[in-house]
C-alpha cells in the first residue's frame, strides 16, 4: 500500500492531483480506519494510464467519463473502445501536424542558415 505522497512519487504527480481526481471520481483511494488515503498497484497502474491520457491532452471531463464507464461494467465496453479510439485519432492528427511543422521548420533552419553562410563569405 502507497500513502498519497508515495504514489505521487511513483507516478510522478502531486498529491494535489491526486486529490483532485478523487474529488472528480477519477480515482478511489482506499481509506484506513483513520481515514487516511491508501493506494495500492491497481492504483498505480490505473494513475499511470490516466497519466497518459493526459499527457496526450485528452480532457479530464472525458476521462471521468471513461471511468464511469468502466466503474459501470463490461456492457459499455463498446462506448469505452469508442472513446478510446477517438482519443487515438486525435493523437494520429497531432503527430501528422507535428510532422508537417517540424518538416517546415526544418526547411527555414537551413535557409537561415543558408542566409548566414553565405553572409559571412
Do not use: C
Request: glycine share 2%; hydrophobic share 35%.
Amino acid at each position: 500500500m502507497y500513502t498519497i505522497s508515495e504514489i505521487a512519487k511513483v507516478v510522478d504527480i502531486s498529491a494535489h492531483t491526486l486529490r483532485y481526481y478523487e474529488k472528480e471520481g477519477i480515482i478511489d483511494p482506499i481509506r484506513n480506519e483513520s481515514g487516511i488515503r491508501q493506494f495500492d498497484e491497481q492504483h498505480v497502474q490505473w494513475l499511470k494510464f490516466v497519466k497518459k491520457l493526459r499527457e496526450t491532452q485528452m480532457p479530464v471531463s472525458q476521462i471521468k467519463e471513461y471511468t464511469r464507464l468502466f466503474l459501470e461494467g463490461e456492457h459499455t465496453a463498446s462506448a469505452r473502445l469508442r472513446l478510446i479510439e477517438d482519443h487515438q485519432q486525435y493523437i494520429r492528427d497531432q503527430i501528422d501536424i507535428l510532422l508537417t511543422t517540424d518538416e517546415m521548420l526544418t526547411k527555414k533552419v537551413a535557409t537561415y542558415k543558408e542566409l548566414m553562410q553565405e553572409s559571412l563569405s
